[in-house]
Nanobody, 127 residues
């Protein structure tokens, strides 16, 4: 079992940067054997993957976000981060961190692959 805890998001202006954090605690799996990811749900749309991080440090992003979003983790404090740069109004969404056991197929961006979820945090980009 993995527990994920997200503190509050925030409101920023277009062009600003914002870093989200997610504290994770694993009771069953080694931290190194987890896929960790960030997902978001824009109002009226389905949840989408924005960044995932695998056991060997491999990352995956949708092409539309790879130049602006960066996922990372601090294994000493068990915190997952999402650095978002040059933010746009269309980035406004509820953001979720998620985790699952690492599998042979690597870490994907599909939300249905993930078992454990944070409570979500609202990010608003507006001038």
């Amino acid at each position: 079992q993995v527990q994920l805890d997200q503190p509050g998001g925030g409101s920023v202006q277009p062009g600003d940067s914002l870093r989200l954090s997610c504290a994770f605690t694993t009771y069953t799996y080694s931290i190194s054997r987890l896929c960790l990811g960030w997902f978001r749900q824009i109002a009226g749309k389905e949840r989408e993957g924005v960044a995932v991080l695998g056991e060997n440090g491999e990352t995956r992003y949708p092409d539309s976000l790879k130049d602006r979003f960066t996922i990372s983790k601090d294994i000493t404090s068990n915190i997952l981060y999402l650095q978002m740069d040059t933010m746009r109004p269309e980035d406004t969404a509820m953001y979720y961190c998620a985790a699952r056991r690492y599998g042979a197929g690597g870490c994907g961006l599909n939300d249905y692959e993930y078992v454990y979820w944070g409570q979500g945090t609202q990010v608003t980009v507006s001038s």
